[in-house]
């Protein structure tokens, strides 16, 4: 969390979330195929926590408070590099296999 004004008082959280989820992998694939299409593509916004809902839809993932701040997220470099970072850690826990609800699209 960080305060975005101190005269405003409001509340901003970063949440990470997934805008491109991994495709489908069937054991004829080859591996080369089965590493590109299980790659997943995630993203960073800042919320309101006035506006933030708690869902059954989380994950712990450990941030480095370092790489997510106000000023990095800004800067196009750190960003990219705070990204991959993140995703190198949300493509391993999809390997481990412990929470697979979380890799598949929401069905509305």
Same mark, same amino acid.
């Given at each position: ?17 997934? $805008? ?7 054991? $004829? ?8 299409? $299980? ?59 412990? $929470? ?9």
């Amino acid at each position: 969390k960080y305060k975005t004004a101190k005269s405003s008082g409001i509340n901003a959280e970063y949440g990470i979330g997934i $805008s491109r989820y991994r495709k489908k992998v069937t054991k $004829s694939m080859g591996k080369k195929k089965q590493n590109k299409r $299980s790659k997943i593509k995630p993203f960073v916004k800042v919320y309101n926590c006035n506006h933030l809902q708690p869902t059954r839809y989380q994950l712990d993932l450990s941030v480095d408070k370092e790489l997510f701040n106000k000023n990095s997220i800004k800067d196009p470099a750190q960003k990219r590099k705070a990204l991959s970072q993140e995703k190198e850690k949300l493509e391993e826990k999809y390997k481990t296999a412990k $929470s697979r609800w979380f890799f598949q699209k929401l069905r509305i």
